[in-house]
Structure formats: C-alpha cells, structure tokens
C-alpha cells in the first residue's frame, strides 16, 4: 500500500518504507527506547534490534477512511516508566506524520517487545 496525493503538477506516491523510516526516525529519538524490533517476533528472533535502514520490518502502516494507522514494534529500558514512553512516542510519531505526509494519523499503536538492561 502506498499514499497517492495528486497535485497540480502530477502525482507523488509514498511508500510504506518511506512512511516507517519517518515513524522509525521519530521513535528512536524518544527518552527510553532501546530500539525496533521486528513484528515477526518468532520468525526474525527477538533479540534482534533493527538498524536504520530496517525500520519497515518494525513499523506497519495501513490507510483507513480517518486516516493512517501506524503499528510500532519496540523495546524500552528497564526502570523507565512504559507508559509515559508510549504516550511520548505515540505524540511524537503522530505530530511528525501528520506534519511531513500532510494527513490525519487516526492511530498509533506502541506494542512492547521487550525490556532490555542499558549500561551507561
């Protein structure tokens, strides 16, 4: 599935990997995050913490009639509060797509893969 937006010069169509590096990008930035991981827990392994250029394997985006709706796959740091992460990476990823895309988000849906210990 791709994003078609029609302009007055032609066409301009946004991928999904398009979409999940601006939602991967906007994710790592927040306070607690680890990393991504992929939605395929038992295929790909849990331990595996995705690079940059991986970030669709993490991020699944679909297009409703309210909008876009954006399913993350991360792993937080142990002792950080989970819910205040969410509720940061769900403001953050919503206030970045809908600023860069120019459309409704209708939802963003953190799912927790794991909690990993991060020495400093």
């Not at 791709?2 to 999940?20: F, R, V």
């Not at 991020?59 to 989970?82: F, H, M, P, T």
């Not at 206030?95 to 120019?102: D, F, I, Q, V």
Request: glycine share 10%.
């Amino acid at each position: 599935m791709s994003i078609k937006k029609n302009t007055t010069l032609g066409t301009i169509n946004i991928t999904d990997n398009a979409i999940a590096a601006l939602a991967g990008g906007a994710v790592m930035e927040s306070y607690g995050v680890v990393g991504m991981t992929s939605k395929q827990v038992i295929k790909d392994g849990l331990n595996e913490l995705l690079k940059k250029e991986n970030y669709s394997k993490g991020v699944i985006v679909r297009k409703g009639e309210q909008g876009i709706a954006v399913d993350l796959y991360i792993v937080v740091a142990y002792g950080i509060s989970i819910t205040t992460v969410v509720s940061e990476i769900q403001k953050k990823v919503k206030y970045t797509l809908e600023k860069a895309l120019n459309m409704a988000v209708s939802s963003v849906n953190v799912y927790i893969q794991g909690i990993k210990v991060v020495s400093e």
